[in-house]
């Protein structure tokens, strides 16, 4: 029979409300980056592969250190490590704040990345050990509610902040909440334990680090390395790491691995690592391109790009509840499959009503049906893919989970970074060669090294939107240079958005194929060992 809530335990909903501050924190400084990065860039003169690198680095740092963390969690506790986690979020926010240059900034948000990687995975052991299985589906919906709902809101944020004060405050308010949030967890969160331990394998986590480095480094600077031996180096080397790392874990199953194949043959288990992946490529890939979209083609300041793209994360808060709840009563994969479908429909209809002219109720439409979708998969998704785990397992299997989301996210900045870097770069390109034909033949080199800064592969893009006319080049052209580098970054993105598109096509067949809609587990939430300071409270049925 289920547990009630005895007097002096704290509510479930509390804890998971207290811990949910600094998930939703970190989570948001994956995307408020987006809307005010023209600004960051001029700020500390970034070039557009040094302005992905601002991105890619909390990523980077971010998506390879979770799986880690959740065993760090299960050695120590998660609530410690949230702790040491969070203090370390907060003090790189700070060097975030005050980085004099790019290469300082790139550096410190890679450390706030691990600092949220040392964070997150902690939430959902907790969840499993003060949650009633029944329940789960409302808590996990809570958590992946929040989870889009701060990648959505970071951007209308993002838009307030860069108004109204300056783009260091986007870092510089993370301190505030930070100590905030701190507070309330050693007021609030008991120092519970999952019972089991798991080396930390640090062996493998420098090969999963180093083989995404190397193929994030391959992909993000080949257009400036002119997809030379270097770039493609770099990314081979990546690729044989990771190679090597999953050969690693196949001959260590039975003494810890890092990556445990028995909960990959959990089939729903396995379905929510796919979608999960896949959600992290398609949101975080999508939303770098479209924040830039509206400031730089169609001229909205941060704060209207921001309220433009709040409909996404309005939508997605206002269904999202309505989707864990079908999730526990066993609707979990129909709810699923109809957010991808409108996650999918979302983005294609954005790149069809997209132009350099699209006004801003256009826009709208394929907004809401983007949030409608994102709402309704994240909703069930952790509760399907958890059902089946073990509470002892729960800290590897949450690491696992938002380890494929923000691989996901990582190789989307990539890859579509590098879509948008060569798509635009050869677009101007096409541009300069047809004005050049147009001159004399003695005048045309001249003409075309007058706009070399447009078509090298290090275009610098500031927030006053797209760059200046060439230097040396006819001031009556600069009207020209603006037309051409919106068609040219209008087209880039199309063609960046497809990825995601595709992607989304073939999680709905994975979801369709693989989710299985299962009962509730019959395990209840375990208690903590002797020496805790409380016991885990069950919330009433």
């Excluded at 900034?105 to 052991?125: D, E, H, N, S, Y």
Aim: positive net charge; charged residues 10%.
């Amino acid at each position: 029979m289920p547990t009630t809530e005895s007097p002096g335990r704290k509510s479930p909903w509390l804890i998971l409300g207290v811990l949910s501050m600094g998930f939703f924190m970190t989570l948001l400084d994956m995307t408020i980056v987006n809307i005010a990065l023209p600004h960051v860039m001029s700020g500390v003169h970034a070039s557009l592969d040094e302005g992905l690198w601002v991105f890619s680095a909390y990523i980077l740092g971010y998506a390879t250190l979770l799986i880690v963390a959740g065993r760090l969690g299960d050695l120590f506790g998660p609530r410690r490590v949230y702790l040491y986690g969070l203090a370390l979020f907060v003090l790189a926010s700070c060097a975030c704040g005050v980085a004099p240059n790019a290469g300082v900034l790139i550096a410190a948000r890679a450390v706030q990345g691990i600092g949220g990687a040392m964070l997150a995975p902690q939430i959902l052991p907790i969840v499993t050990m003060v949650f009633l299985p029944s329940k789960w589906g409302a808590a996990f919906g809570f958590t992946g509610a929040l989870s889009g709902l701060a990648v959505l809101t970071g951007p209308t944020l993002g838009g307030v902040i860069v108004s109204y004060l300056d783009w260091r405050w986007i870092f510089y308010l993370n301190l505030p909440i930070g100590l905030a949030t701190a507070y309330l967890v050693i007021k609030h969160v008991d120092d519970y334990r999952p019972g089991k331990r798991q080396p930390l394998a640090i062996a493998p986590t420098a090969l999963l680090i180093l083989g995404l480095t190397g193929l994030a480094f391959g992909l993000i600077e080949g257009e400036r390395l002119d997809w030379g031996p270097t770039a493609w180096a770099a990314i081979g080397a990546g690729l044989l790491l990771l190679a090597w790392f999953a050969i690693d874990q196949r001959r260590h199953q039975r003494s810890g691995p890092l990556l445990p194949f028995d909960l990959l043959r959990l089939r729903n288990f396995a379905s929510a690592n796919i979608v999960a992946a896949i959600m992290g490529f398609s949101m975080l890939g999508a939303f770098l391109p479209i924040s830039m979209y509206l400031q730089i083609v169609l001229g909205m300041s941060p704060l209207r790009a921001g309220f433009t793209i709040a409909a996404m994360p309005l939508t997605s808060a206002l269904v999202a509840g309505v989707g864990g709840k079908l999730s526990d009563r066993g609707n979990g994969k129909a709810v699923i499959l109809t957010g991808l479908a409108c996650f999918t429909a979302g983005l294609g209809s954005f790149i069809l009503v997209t132009g350099t002219d699209t006004g801003t109720l256009r826009l709208l439409g394929p907004f809401v049906l983007t949030g409608f979708g994102m709402g309704l998969v994240f909703s069930p998704l952790f509760s399907v893919g958890m059902r089946q785990v073990p509470p002892p397992q729960a800290g590897v299997a949450s690491g696992l989970v938002n380890t494929a989301q923000e691989v996901g996210g990582l190789l989307a900045s990539a890859a579509i970074g590098a879509v948008l870097s060569m798509r635009l770069s050869s677009g101007l390109r096409h541009w300069v060669d047809q004005q050049a034909e147009a001159l004399p033949a003695e005048a045309r080199d001249g003409f075309k090294q007058a706009f070399a800064p447009l078509t090298d592969g290090a275009l610098k893009i500031g927030s006053g939107g797209a760059p200046p006319t060439a230097t040396g080049a006819d001031p009556a052209q600069g009207a020209k240079v603006q037309d051409a580098f919106a068609d040219a970054f209008t087209s880039a993105m199309h063609s960046g958005l497809l990825l995601p598109v595709a992607l989304l096509a073939v999680g709905w067949v994975a979801a369709f194929v693989l989710i299985r809609d299962v009962p509730q587990p019959s395990f209840g939430a375990p208690k903590p060992p002797p020496g805790s300071r409380k016991t885990a409270a069950a919330e009433p049925a």
